[in-house]
């Protein structure tokens, strides 16, 4: 029973050791917490211990919002603008016209996928492991 | 819109006007306007901020070096985590396009001052100088294997074509969605601003709402002016990225 207690102590030690630094500098826990049996108290240390997700700044997703819109809207703008030089160029305004609007939403739609993966890896980042 | 003077007279768009500084006739290419004479005083700020700021260069950090190191390890922290250890190299171009548009936006925060990033011929040139030079510099690095970035080795090979054409155009949507946001969001709050103080100037007494809306609006534009200048920046970072790394 102590040796199982001793054993989970030090796994727990371990965890604390392992998680990431803001939550390592919490305060101890107080006395009025130190009741109840060694169990009960690692499972509330673990629980404590537990990183949590910090929610982004409210600014941070309007800003994210706002990149995808504008990227949609400048890939359509661009395509458009590619396919118009090129027709005119070469022949076959309206086939190319329209061949390199769809391209250029396509691409608008890439990068938004892009941003979005992006912001999630940073998301996970922060919520350190 | 209406008669001078007389009911409601909105124009948001005046304050954008470029007009010769020292009132030629004609706009040419070289003349000094009120663009040069913003841009040469966000110049000015700049340095006014990192030499003043570590002028005494203390053991001790005071007020304004303490600033000033804040500002400077928040980027290079920006440059680290988003385009690696060796983007370090291109640190000082980065800090120095953060503290341009910083300031400008800043600057262009009061009243009666021109905003010169809220002209897309400048946010433009920003955006076209780290295009061309991040382009150059991953051709420069890995010759032609930066084509590399265009082609998906993860999706299956027939598909693979259509996807560079997608890509290719993306990075090409990359410099205008870049300049636009910019911008965009400085003239759209700035414009908003004028707005509302058309209908302060209608409303006599009343004109208290408007007031307060502006005051609301222009605590808005001050986190939008930072953190545009942070967007640019962190995006900067992230094709710096990409050209120095082209293999997904």
Known sequence: MTREVLTEVGSLSIHRAS??????????????????????????????????????????????????????????????????????????????????????????????????????????????? | MAAEGQGLVVKPMDQFVISPLFGEAQLLWYTPSNVTLWMFLTVIAVAAF??????????????????????????RNMVETVAGRDALKFFPIILTIFMFILLSNLLGLIPMSFTTTSHIAVTATLALTVFVSVTLLGFYKHRLGFL??????????????????????????????????????????????????????ILGFGAFVPIVAISAIYALELLVAIIQAYVFTILTCVYLRDALHPSH
């Open chain 2, 50 to 75: 990192f030499l003043l700021g570590t002028m005494r260069r203390a053991e001790v950090p005071g007020r304004g070096q303490m600033f000033v190191e804040l500002v400077y390890g928040f980027v």
């Open chain 1, 19 to 129: 998680v990431c630094l803001e939550t390592e500098l919490m305060p101890h826990p107080k006395k009025s917490e130190m009741s109840g049996t060694i169990q009960s108290r690692i499972a509330t240390a673990k629980e404590e211990l537990r990183p949590q997700a910090i929610a982004p700044h409210p600014a941070e997703g309007a800003q994210l919002a706002w990149r995808m819109a504008i990227d949609l809207v400048a890939g359509i703008g661009v395509g458009a603008a590619i396919g118009y030089g090129l027709g005119s160029l070469i022949g076959y305004l309206p086939i190319l016209l329209a061949a390199f609007t769809l391209l250029g939403f396509a691409a608008g739609v890439n990068l938004m996928m892009r941003s979005a993966r992006e912001f999630r890896r940073q998301q996970e980042e922060r919520s350190c492991n």
């Open chain 2, 148 to 201: 590399k970035l265009f082609w998906i080795s993860a999706a299956p090979l027939p598909l693979r074509p259509v996807l560079a054409v997608i890509e290719v155009m993306s990075y090409f949507v990359r410099p205008v969605s870049h300049s636009i946001r910019l911008a965009g969001n400085m003239m759209a709050g700035h414009a908003m601003i004028k707005v509302f103080a058309a209908f302060a100037g």
